[in-house]
Nanobody, 118 residues
Framework: QVQFVESGGGLVQPGGSLRLSCAAS????????MGWYRQAPGKQRELVAT???????NYADSAKGRFTISRDNAKNTLYLQMNSLKPEDTAVYYC????????????WGQGTQVTVSS
């Protein structure tokens, strides 16, 4: 069955960097547009960045210029390079396929916690 396993989160100081990874299985990964989402405590999940099957990218305004989404289809893996991190980036980060948003599917992973704090 479909699985997304996020990793790479942790505690980092403001201005620091983290690289998140998402291992996907149960899908033909190269055929799916993918995205990174995040959810802070008490807030709705929000889209951070997307990447198409052709590797075109889009970013939320809050991420633009600081984050880079990429994919390695040979490894069925999605990445998010996060630089110049700010406290407001603190959240649980998830990877997912945008085509399944609001379709009733429940294949979200556990996410990986990113905490930006001094």
């Amino acid at each position: 069955q479909v699985q997304f396993v996020e990793s790479g989160g942790g505690l980092v100081q403001p201005g620091g960097s983290l690289r998140l990874s998402c291992a996907a299985s149960g899908i033909i990964f190269s055929s799916y547009n993918m995205g990174w989402y995040r959810q802070a405590p008490g807030k709705q999940r929000e889209l951070v960045a997307t990447i198409t099957t052709g590797s075109s990218t889009n970013y939320a305004d809050s991420a633009k210029g600081r984050f880079t989404i990429s994919r390695d289809n040979a490894k069925n893996t999605l990445y998010l390079q996060m630089n110049s991190l700010k406290p407001e980036d603190t959240a649980v980060y998830y990877c997912y396929a945008p085509r399944w948003i609001n379709t009733g599917r429940d294949t979200w992973g556990q996410g990986t916690q990113v905490t930006v704090s001094s």
